[in-house]
């Protein structure tokens, strides 16, 4: 797509650019040859009709004198040049003084008195003056060439000459340019098409490139050819890939240290409900052992015993089995899960916190929601949040987990009765390492980590929240990874 974009804008930019310019360069080639042919054609006219004036002006004389028939020899002289083909004369005649016509070739037009504009200003000129006229559809020159010798006016020579060939020359001239112009912009289209494949073509070829290479294809390198400009872009592409490439690897660890560190954090921070946990059941095994010693060979006291510590030894199984799979690392493996079981046992892991700080637990999740989700994944984004909904409710409240359905994607909510989080501080709390905890307390990085898990399903993670009066952090899952049963 790219390649062919920037490739046809080029081809159509420099055949249009061509196109206008030999199109203006053929228009004003014709219109100097045109102005050239004309004024070479009135030249010419000119030239022709003052030296025909001087026999004209001579007959004319020896009329005047009578020393020649009047009007026979003029006539004849006229009619004689009329009839030269080659010259195209629309018309030929002589007008006297007053403009009365004295001789032509048109019989009819004997005796007639010329008033038109040329007629007029020729009597007042002794130079020749000529204009344009059109005739059957074709363009000619109406000349008036001054009969006399010195100040002495014997009358005027009228004629006309058709422009036709000149306008066939014209016409055969715009062919030819034409086709000249064809010629040469199919000759410029080739040299553009081998320029596009020159320069053009490696240009779009590593925008290709540039456009599938993605953070799953950091491997793609570009085919190097040749040791000019291009061929040291393409290599300085393939190093800079290569730099990305080891910058994502060591990228990823990090990232991964990261959620390491806040898996270990969490841990921290319910280390005291976990050896509660653990504390307890313990406590009860060891009574039990000291009364088995205490009651003897006693089957029923000892199979009551054994119970009991299989009872307390399953609790701390189950215990240290959740701490283990939280701080389990691995590649995700999403899977169907119970929102509303998983968050159950969630909660088992803050169980101990919850009842120190006086707060009321209250899953409303529906049984029927399940969500397409890597389990550790989702494990961290509901402890995190229940573990910032405990620290903001030091003095009690109630703390609750809900569903929600939104068209086709579902929502769940963690909404607490604690102190709230301030205005100013909003935008900043899914910045890596922004805390409010005292130190030693926090990492900074439990919110962000949900945001980073949230944007890796397509999904989305809003707060709302006013001080004194609790928050609610809503994790909107896309309708890709919801099912209901």
Same mark, same amino acid.
């Given at each position: 797509m790219l390649k062919s974009g920037l490739q046809i804008k080029f081809i159509l930019f420099t055949t249009i650019s061509i196109i206008i310019f030999m199109t203006i360069v053929g228009l004003l080639a014709i219109s100097r040859e045109r102005v050239?042919?004309?004024?070479?054609? *009135?030249?010419?006219?000119?030239?022709?009709?003052?030296?025909?004036?001087?026999?004209?002006? +001579?007959?004319?004389?020896?009329?005047?004198?009578?020393?020649?028939? *009047?009007?026979?020899?003029?006539?004849?002289?006229?009619?004689?040049?009329?009839?030269? #083909?080659?010259?195209?004369?629309?018309?030929?005649?002589?007008?006297? %003084? /007053?403009?009365?016509v004295?001789?032509?070739?048109?019989?009819?037009?004997?005796?007639?008195?010329?008033?038109?504009?040329?007629?007029?200003?020729?009597?007042?000129?002794? @130079?020749t003056v000529m204009r344009r006229i059109h005739?059957?559809?074709?363009?000619?020159?109406?000349?008036?060439?001054?009969?006399?010798?010195?100040?002495?006016?014997?009358?005027?020579? #009228?004629?006309?000459?058709?422009?036709?060939?000149?306008?066939?020359?014209?016409?055969? =001239?715009v062919e030819r340019i034409i086709i000249i112009t064809v010629i040469l912009i199919a000759l410029a289209f080739f040299l553009i098409l081998m320029l596009t494949k020159r320069f053009i073509t490696p240009i779009t070829e590593l925008a290709s490139v540039m456009e599938r290479t993605g953070s799953d294809l950091l491997e793609t390198k570009a085919e190097v050819r040749g040791t000019d400009e291009i061929a040291v872009l393409y290599e300085r592409f393939n190093d800079m890939m290569e730099r990305i490439?080891? $910058? +994502? %690897?060591?990228?990823?660890?990090?990232? *991964?240290?990261?959620?390491?560190?806040?898996?270990?954090?969490?841990?921290? =921070?319910? $280390?005291?409900?976990?050896?509660? *946990?653990?504390?307890?059941?313990?406590?009860?095994?060891?009574?039990?052992?000291?009364? =088995?010693?205490?009651?003897?060979?006693?089957?029923?006291?000892?199979? @009551?015993?054994?119970?009991? =510590?299989?009872? !307390?030894l399953e609790r701390i199984e189950g215990t240290v089995s959740r701490l283990l799979y939280m701080v389990r690392k691995g590649e995700q493996k999403p899977i169907k899960i119970k929102v509303r079981e998983f968050i159950g046992e969630v909660s088992q892991l803050v169980e101990y916190r919850m009842r120190k700080n006086r707060i009321v637990f209250d899953n409303q999740v529906e049984d029927r929601v399940q969500i397409f989700i890597d389990p550790q994944d989702f494990q961290l984004l509901i402890l995190n949040l229940?573990?910032?909904?405990?620290?903001?409710?030091?003095? !009690? !409240?109630?703390?609750?987990?809900?569903?929600?359905?939104?068209?086709?994607?579902?929502?769940?909510?963690?909404?607490?009765?604690?102190?709230?989080?301030?205005?100013?501080?909003?935008?900043k709390i899914f910045d890596p390492f922004f805390t409010t905890k005292?130190?030693?307390?926090?990492?900074?990085?439990?919110?962000?980590?949900?945001?980073?898990?949230?944007? +890796?399903?397509? !999904?989305?993670?809003?707060? #709302?929240? /006013?001080?004194?009066?609790?928050?609610?952090?809503?994790?909107?899952?896309?309708?890709?990874r919801v099912n209901y049963e």
């Open positions: 050239l042919l004309y004024a070479e054609f *009135e030249r010419r006219g000119k030239i022709f009709g003052e030296t025909l004036a001087i026999p004209i002006l +001579n007959d004319l004389i020896y009329e005047r004198l009578g020393l020649v028939e *009047e009007g026979g020899l003029l006539d004849n002289y006229i009619m004689e040049i009329y009839k030269n #083909r080659d010259l195209d004369l629309l018309y030929l005649g002589i007008v006297d %003084e /007053e403009g009365k004295i001789s032509h070739n048109d019989i009819t037009e004997y005796g007639k008195v010329y008033r038109d504009e040329l007629t007029v200003s020729s009597m007042d000129s002794d @130079k005739v059957d559809g074709h363009e000619a020159i109406d000349f008036a060439v001054p009969l006399s010798i010195g100040k002495k006016r014997w009358g005027t020579l #009228r004629f006309a000459i058709s422009l036709e060939k000149v306008e066939q020359e014209i016409f055969s =001239m490439r080891r $910058a +994502n %690897e060591d990228l990823k660890r990090s990232h *991964e240290k990261l959620i390491q560190a806040e898996r270990l954090a969490s841990i921290g =921070m319910l $280390a005291a409900g976990v050896a509660h *946990e653990i504390n307890n059941p313990l406590g009860g095994i060891f009574n039990c052992i000291q009364l =088995m010693k205490n009651t003897g060979d006693d089957p029923k006291s000892r199979e @009551k015993y054994l119970e009991l =510590m299989e009872d !307390g229940l573990i910032n909904a405990i620290h903001a409710m030091d003095g !009690g !409240g109630r703390l609750t987990v809900r569903s929600l359905r939104m068209d086709s994607k579902v929502a769940i909510e963690v909404v607490d009765t604690g102190r709230g989080i301030e205005p100013q501080l909003m935008e005292p130190p030693g307390e926090g990492t900074g990085l439990g919110l962000w980590l949900c945001s980073e898990i949230m944007k +890796n399903y397509e !999904g989305e993670i809003h707060v #709302r929240s /006013e001080p004194a009066k609790g928050s609610c952090f809503k994790l909107i899952f896309p309708k890709e």
